[in-house]
Nanobody, 125 residues
């Protein structure tokens, strides 16, 4: 079993920055792909970014537009999402997820096997 715990959310003003962390424990393999998703009120959960544990290849949703950076520290079993130039539309609960496959950057919920509880990000105008 893999456990994922997100942290780093909070309230920021538009244009500000936050760094989210996802600490992984349990049977985590270097072949896994890690992803960030978000869900705003009254909206579906959507893909944000993904990274491979082993080599660090990344993939981003189109709406990121260069504002976010996903990274990982394998020694700490931690994945990060650096968010800059935040907009009010970025307000959502952000979830960390793990995909046992390493041949894809999954963008749908059913491609990920493990999920954290989420961390709230609020951006004020």
């Amino acid at each position: 079993q893999v456990q994922l715990v997100e942290s780093g959310g909070g309230l920021v003003q538009a244009g500000g920055s936050l760094r989210l962390s996802c600490a992984a424990s349990g049977r985590v393999f270097s072949s896994y792909t890690m992803g960030w998703f978000r869900q705003a009120p009254e909206k579906e959960r959507e893909f944000v970014a993904a990274i491979r544990w082993s080599r660090g290849e990344t993939y981003y949703a189109d709406f990121v537009q260069g504002r976010f950076t996903i990274s990982r520290d394998n020694a700490k079993n931690t994945v990060y999402l650096q968010m800059n130039s935040l907009k009010p539309d970025d307000k959502a609960v952000y979830y960390c997820a793990a995909d046992r496959a390493n041949w894809r950057f999954g963008q749908t919920l059913n491609e990920y096997h493990y999920w954290g509880q989420g961390t709230q990000v609020t951006v004020s105008s």
